[in-house]
Structures are given as C-alpha cells and as structure tokens.
C-alpha cells in the first residue's frame, strides 16, 4: 500500500493535476481536501472531480463558522488592514486551511501535505509556516513550486492525462476569495498603470452604475464582534454575507493597491472586500467612541503590528497568542451600533451610539448646559506650555531652517 498524502485541493486547474502528479512523481495516495470558507462553489461536483482524477478519497469541510469565529472577527477586532488597505482575505484562511490539513492527515495516517501554491507569493509561507507550527515532523510537498510547469504546460499535462481543464483557465486572472474578500491578480493587472477592466469585479457594481439613491446600514456589535443588522441578530457568517450584498451592490470595496509580498516582489492587487471595508469602518468608528485616546492610541500599534503577522504567516506564533490577549481585553466595552451610509462607491460612518460611550455631550456642548469649566484651562496651558517657554529662553532659535525659525515675509507701511 502507498503512503499518502493530503493535498489541499480547490477543484482549479493546478490542485487537479497535483493529485495526477504526486502519484507519478512520489507514488502517494491523495486524499483531497476541500475546505469552504465561502468561496462560492458547487462542492459535490468539486468532489466528484478529485476521484476521477484518482484521488483516493475526496473531503469538503464546511469552515465558514471556524473562519468567521476564530480569524475574521478576531482580524476585525483587531483593525488589521495590511499596509493600511488589504482586510487579509487570503491571508486569514490559510493558517485554518493548515489546520485542517494536519487534523486530516493525522486522522487519516496520511506522512505528508500538499498545496497548490507557486514559489514566489506568500500562501506557500502561510501553508508551510503554519503546518509546521502544528506539526514539526509532517513532510510538506509543493507540487506546482517543484514541476516548474507554465500554465500552458499544465494545461497540456491535464489534456494528456483526461484532467478537465476548468473554464476559469482560460481567464489570464488569478482568483482567490472567501468570505472576507476577493482577490484578483494577473493579466493586465500586472501593469500598475492600467486601470482594473470591469471584468475582473463580480461583488461590487461599478460605483456608476450603482444605485442612486443612498442606502443606510446600522451595524450593532457586542464586545467588538458585530452580531446585528438593522436591529436583526444574525449569525457571523449570515451577517457577513448580508454585508457583502448590500455593501456591493451599492460598489463598496474596491481596493487597487501596490502591495509589499514578503518574499520581497511588489505586487498589485485587486481586491474586492464589501463586508469588510463597512465592518472595520464601523467597529473603529465604535473604538472611537469607547475605547480612551490612549488606548487607541496603543491599538493603532498593535493593529499594525497584527496585521504585519497575519500576513506573513505568522498566525500561530507566541507573539499572535500574546496580542490576541490584549485585544480581546480591549473589547471589552466595544458594544453598540454604527449606522452607515453607502453611497456609489463611498462608505460614510453618518452615526454612533453605545451604552459605554465615553462621549460626553455635557462637556462637549457649545449651548447651555456646557460643563466643562473653561476657568481651569489657562492653569492647564500654563503647565503644558512650561518645558516649550523655559526652552525658548535659553535655547532661542537660531537656525534658518525647520519649523522654529519660520519667518514672516517683512511688512512695509504703504505698498510700493
Ligand atoms: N496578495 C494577497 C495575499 O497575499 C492575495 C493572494 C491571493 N492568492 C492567490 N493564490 N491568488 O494575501
């Protein structure tokens, strides 16, 4: 009997000619497996198609409520945009992917994992980095890093070997997408300066042809985690769904971005992700009113730092485990609701309301009933004044440059 391996399988062209190829290449049994995390899809036909390719046995794990649960409102609590822009779509379902991939080779006696991914992007680091993580000794195999095939060498190794060859081969796009996004690489993209072809959109209406009248959403979270909309409790995965309909029928969450790979290539991506950009909008626009300026302050860090981790691969790191606590502790009181407004294109946080709001309109109003005692302030400047005029007596500028010695253009009496 063969050993065998469990490949993480996606029904696309490069997974299915894996599972030819690691039986000619190193005589192992595929076990494909299939993992949901919303990527919209026929499964049982995905299914069917790895056993007659011949592998051996064909799983589908249904993991949107594990994605959602454990990565995506984790990463949302978090406020993790990468470089600012990307919500880590991909890059939050590969750590899941690995899991299961070890739970199912541990189950199955399987000596080794494989995935789909090629040499030069990120996912080959998310998948090997965090398979070894949860299990130092499987053996990892990366066929489409190790064949060297181009795309129309594969193409021909699936005609030669009975393989469908999937529509989606013919598009010059490389696809990936789940719940929290969609991404879109290659053919023209792969010039920053064109702009992305409407072809490559299939969440999002173009911001033009969306809808002419706004449409408003209110968003109600608890501890940080958003659990209605409009007033009505909904399940994660519903809720996320519900928000990519509605975000992108009115064209919200395009992204375009140069975006830095880890392994040191810059590259531009496309991404759609609706639920997203209106859900971190509105759970910042929630941290605003109920987290202190300090502690934002100190989560802006912690995001950009938790960003830079996930997508990395880095997931199952000490470090993830340490700032995982401490953002977790800052939700605490992160509960309440944003209310929204999306509009061609554009996502506006228009309200906020919350139980622990730390706004106060007391000491915020301009009309009466103002109580702020304006009468402590001069103390308070006086104070916070001291170091820059003690400074100013001994120190007085005397450079011809920068922002202490800025000078104001000499003024005359009479003009000429
Ligand atoms: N650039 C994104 C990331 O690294 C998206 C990658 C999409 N992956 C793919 N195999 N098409 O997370």
């Not at 609590?77 to 470089?83: F, I, N, R, V």
């Not at 939050?92 to 189950?107: S, Y």
């Not at 975006?259 to 950009?277: C, D, F, H, M, Q």
């Not at 605490?332 to 999306?342: A, E, S």
Request: hydrophobic share 40%; net charge negative; aromatic share 8%.
């Amino acid at each position: 009997m063969s050993d065998k391996v469990v490949l993480a399988y996606s029904g696309g062209l490069d997974t299915s000619v894996a599972i030819r190829w690691l039986k000619e290449r190193y005589d192992l049994d595929v076990i494909a497996l299939n993992v949901d995390v919303g990527n919209e899809r026929d499964f049982s036909a995905v299914r069917q198609k790895a056993l007659d390719i011949g592998a051996v046995k064909a799983l589908v794990t249904d993991a949107k409520e594990l994605f959602v649960n454990y990565f995506v409102f984790p990463a949302l609590q978090a406020d993790a945009l990468y470089e600012g822009q990307y919500p880590l779509a991909t890059a939050l379902a590969r750590p899941l992917m690995a899991k299961l991939l070890v739970d199912t080779a541990l189950e199955e006696g399987a000596s080794a994992v494989a995935h789909g991914c090629t040499g030069k992007g990120n996912d080959q680091v998310r998948f090997e980095v965090s398979i070894s993580a949860l299990a130092p000794s499987l053996k990892i195999i990366a066929p489409a890093r190790e064949w060297g095939m181009t795309r129309e060498e594969s193409i021909n190794y699936a005609q030669r070997y009975g393989i469908p060859v999937p529509a989606t081969a013919a598009s010059p796009y490389s696809i990936d997408e789940n719940l929290w996004g969609r991404s879109i690489e290659c053919g023209v993209l792969e010039d920053p300066w064109v702009e992305p072809p409407e072809e490559v959109f299939a969440w999002t209406n173009s911001p033009g042809d969306a809808p002419n009248v706004p449409g408003y959403v209110e968003i109600g979270f608890e501890q940080g985690i958003p659990v209605t909309i409009d007033g009505q409790e909904m399940d994660g995965v519903s809720l996320i769904q519900r928000v990519n309909e509605l975000a992108g029928k009115h064209g919200v969450g395009r992204i375009d971005l140069l975006e830095n790979r880890l392994v040191g290539i810059k590259s531009r991506e496309i991404y759609e992700a609706p639920a997203a950009t209106v859900l971190l909008q509105a759970h910042q626009a929630l941290e605003a009113m109920t987290l202190s300026k300090n502690q934002l302050r100190f989560k802006q860090k912690v995001a950009v730092e938790c960003a830079d981790l996930i997508y990395n691969g880095l997931w199952f790191s000490s470090l993830h485990q340490d700032l995982a606590a401490y953002i977790k502790s800052s939700q605490r009181y992160v509960t309440g609701t944003v209310r929204l407004k999306l509009f061609k294109g554009g996502c506006q946080v228009v309200g906020r309301k919350s139980p622990k709001s730390l706004y106060s309109y007391g000491l915020a109003t301009y009309d009466k009933g103002d109580e702020f005692d304006q009468s402590a302030s001069p103390g308070f400047i006086h104070i916070w004044g001291l170091p820059l005029r003690t400074q100013a007596q001994v120190q007085p500028p005397t450079q011809d440059e920068g922002p202490l010695s800025i000078m104001a253009p000499k003024k005359t009496e009479e003009d000429n």
